[in-house]
């Protein structure tokens, strides 16, 4: 009915209910001895609960001699009535562990808080996690999915959140409730069939184009401004997270490279630090931002440590003053911009590695098609042949027509086009002595196979061999003649 399995000194006991579902019971550090009583009390509660009867007496005494932890976890399994006067494990109480057992990064634990103040809202923080049906998270996945008016402002019109955003959020919840079961608040993950979707928006994409970031560049109100949008469309930066880490001393002029300092990706092994090259349109904005720097100061863009800087609001007035039209996730897509670009002239896994990402992550949130590309594939607005990434093209062999042909004079004419080989003797090679042996000894059986091969003659019927003629491929007589 039950089974033990070892995590090194964890035990926990592996059984299946009523419904035939596995279920789990976690038991921590315990001595082989304790594990087994455990596995024989599990298996009479299992059998108590299918036939509805009464509990084994050493089942009964077993769960009188463990703790409230273990014996809520068994509770929660539904193989027992919770303890009178014993807490009951609430919402609330499994965000709150949750949020202080997380160690991410802040943007990351943002992100984990908004989760958990809907899941508040929604269902209530004093619900009872043994409460919580999957029911339940479909009714929370729907609510997050509506269009929502915003409290404050009621002439505003209602707005929902991106499709992206709401797998974000029930992927999030999924790993809440999966903590719990794994913490043995809860026999099962409610949401754990929830579906989530896709969580790259193809809505929002936008290419960004090189006209377009240069009527931007000619209004910037500085160069550390210019340089913020060139290494964002040009080298492929996160604004502001990596730029912001940005030194000079990461800058190899000679090389023309960049070093890069994630902090997104630094908690992955081998992709904390990455090497991006310094492309011809961003080279002077470095340059001329180099040689108006302050002495002593190290960082690349010093104006992106202030905290109260809205890089956001001041980057829509710059775009607005050059005339151009705002884009939909103005940093990220100039990014996206970068990687488009670059995948059209390098193979994709060098692309990847400069971005700091699996070439899936870059099909998925980064490359897009562009009009351009129907049009270099259809052949219109005047253009009359598809490019082709230069990385993928074969070298083109001359026509078979343009080749010269030549033919053995000794090979018959009925022969021509019956190209059986005779190897490992090659025409021409055999010297004029016979057929030495030369660290092996030559099968004439095999010779002779490869000599009676050829179709027969369409006139007698007869093989090459029987009519008397030699192989042309073996000028010499048979041993035996």
Known sequence: MASIGWEGKRARIVFRDSAGKQQTLRLGECPKDYA???KMAIGHLVIAKRHGS?????AVRW???????????????GLCQPREGAAVVTLGALLDRFDAAGAVKPTTQYKYRQVADSLRAFLGADAPLASITPAHADNWRKS????????????????????????????IAKSVF???VRWGLIASNPFADLRAGSQSNPDRAFYVTVETIRAILAVCPDDQWRAIVALSRFAGLRCPSEIVALRWGDVNWERG???VRSVKTEGHEGHAVRVVPIAPELRPILQDLFDRAEVGVE????RLRDPAMNLRTQFERIIAKASVKPWPRLFHNMRASCA?????????????????????IAAQHYLQTRDAHFDLAAGVGGVGKAAANPATHTRQSAPTASKPKTQNPEIPAEMVGCGVGCDPVEYGKVPPEGLEQRGGRLSWVALRRQATVYPRSAAAGTSLAARGRRHPRIDCPHPSA
């Open 299 to 302: 960082a690349v863009v010093p």
């Open 63 to 77: 769960l009188g001699g463990i703790d409230d932890v273990l014996y809520a976890r068994v509770a929660a399994l």
């Open 36 to 38: 087994r009583s455990a």
């Open 144 to 171: 997050i999915a509506e269009a929502k008016a915003n409290p404050d402002d009621k002439t505003e019109p209602a707005k929902t959140l991106a499709r992206a955003t709401v797998a974000k959020r029930v992927v």
């Open 54 to 58: 009464v509990p084994h007496p050493d």
């Open 340 to 360: 488009t670009d670059w995948v059209e002239r390098f193979p994709v896994h060098v692309v990847a590695g400069w971005l700091g990402h699996s070439p899936m």
């Open 257 to 259: 490279r960049l070093m």
């Open 178 to 180: 999966r903590k719990a």
